[in-house]
């Protein structure tokens, strides 16, 4: 797309595909299959919720019936929406948005994006919990025994004369 383009929106599924122009929105059922989509709706009318990432796209790839089947390329994976879902005609900007330089550590917290380093460590028990062997089976069974509660005491109440 380029600057000044005129982006339309099409909401009929005519008889046959359209030819479609980057930018533009389609129900899904009206484009032909290998088309590049993106920003596409799961439920007709809610709006977009698949495919928003910085250079993603997705690819229409069969049709049976009035359902179609998208190909996710970034989660590699398929999807299947009714044709009056619509989607958006193209492929999101920024393509190269994972290989952007982030020079420091803190740039990266600027952008958002939380710390990794505490998401895997070796539990040897260093820092945090300790992973110790279980007790044995006896110790269990004579623990058990002894929290058990004891016998309540009855005592008998007498009316008042």
């Not at 989660?75 to 009056?84: L, S, T, Y």
Request: charged share 25%; with cysteine; glycine share 8%.
């Amino acid at each position: 797309m380029q600057t000044g383009d005129i982006i339309r929106t099409f909401s009929a599924i005519p008889r046959n595909p359209v030819r479609p122009k980057e930018g533009d929105s389609h129900p899904v059922g009206a484009l032909p299959i290998g088309t590049r989509v993106h920003n596409i709706e799961v439920v007709a009318g809610e709006g977009g919720r698949f495919v928003r990432y910085a250079g993603d796209y997705a690819e229409v790839t069969r049709r049976v019936g009035k359902r179609n089947y998208l190909h996710m390329n970034r989660a590699n994976r398929d999807v299947c929406i009714d044709e009056k879902c619509m989607v958006t005609v193209g492929r999101v900007s920024n393509p190269y948005h994972h290989t952007l330089n982030r020079m420091c550590p803190q740039k990266s917290r600027w952008m958002g994006i939380r710390p990794r380093s505490g998401a895997w460590h070796r539990k040897d028990g260093y820092c945090g919990r300790k992973n110790r062997p279980p007790k044995p089976l006896a110790d269990w069974v004579s623990e058990l025994q002894t929290a058990l509660p004891k016998e309540p005491e009855v005592y008998v109440i007498q009316p008042f004369n």
